[in-house]
């Protein structure tokens, strides 16, 4: 019987989403988010069209040819059949990694004690004060539960990230969060990502353009770990 998980689409190849690997991306229909700045509203509203099987047979033809597999969304943690996919994956022989919004704690922590993932991504939506305003859900504690996690093991690489729109975030945001990920002794990098307005794509909560630009140059220096700025 075909095994279905909400599954989008797959982009066969990228040598930009999983660092230093070739990999292909498998895009997850469904989000416990909402975010209003989001660029993906059909995937997040979406119910997948894909299935398991179709995603095996690609990835049986690029055996050898690629290293990893990229598992994203929407949000790929929120599926009950995810362990079994990611187990068949790693019997392929690919690393995975998991693109994350951490509101599954739980998920992380099992994936984490069970070898599943060589690679993580965690969004950091938002300090406490604005995370619901950034992310439509009152749940800091769950994504907090996830970043401590990471930060307490040193098995598994990841990175943060946080996407700046300047209606919902200010420089005193990602200070807090440079503040916040240094004591913690994050050593990994910090992507700044500035939002893009893009006419032909739709977001999620109509959010529009920025009327200004995050004022990089303000931010502290970081202790122990790299920022990185993208599209600033
Ligand atoms: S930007 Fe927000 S709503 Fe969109 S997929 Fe990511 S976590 Fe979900």
């Keep these: ?20 690997k070739t990999a292909c991306i498998v895009w997850f229909s469904g989000c416990n988010m909402r975010c209003p700045y989001c660029h993906n509203p059909v995937l997040v509203k979406g119910k997948g069209r894909g299935s398991i ?23 790929a943690s929120v599926y009950p059949g995810l362990p079994d996919f990611i187990r068949d994956i790693k019997a392929l022989g690919y690393a995975v990694k998991l693109d994350t919004n951490g509101l599954r704690p739980d998920i992380i922590e099992k994936f984490l004690a069970e070898g599943f993932l060589d690679y993580v991504a965690l969004d950091y939506k938002a300090p406490p004060a604005k995370f619901q305003a950034v992310t439509g859900v009152e749940k800091y504690e769950a994504f907090e539960k996830t970043l401590s996690l990471l930060c307490a093991q040193d098995k598994v690489a990841f990175e943060l990230r946080t996407t700046v729109h300047t209606a919902l975030m200010d420089e005193g945001d990602i200070s807090a969060i440079i503040e916040d990920i240094g004591e913690r002794g994050y050593s990994g990098t910090y992507f700044v990502q500035n939002f893009i307005d893009d006419n032909d794509r739709p977001t999620l909560g109509n959010i529009g353009a920025q009327e200004r630009v995050l004022d990089i140059k303000s931010l502290p220096e970081p202790k122990g770990f790299k920022v990185e700025f993208r599209n600033f």
């Design 53 to 75: 099987d179709e995603v095996m047979g690609f990835l049986k033809k690029r055996q050898g040819l690629l290293d990893g597999v990229v598992l994203t969304g929407g949000e």
């Design 1 to 20: 019987m075909t095994k279905t998980l909400p599954i989008y689409s797959v982009t066969p190849f990228t040598m930009l989403d999983f660092p230093d």
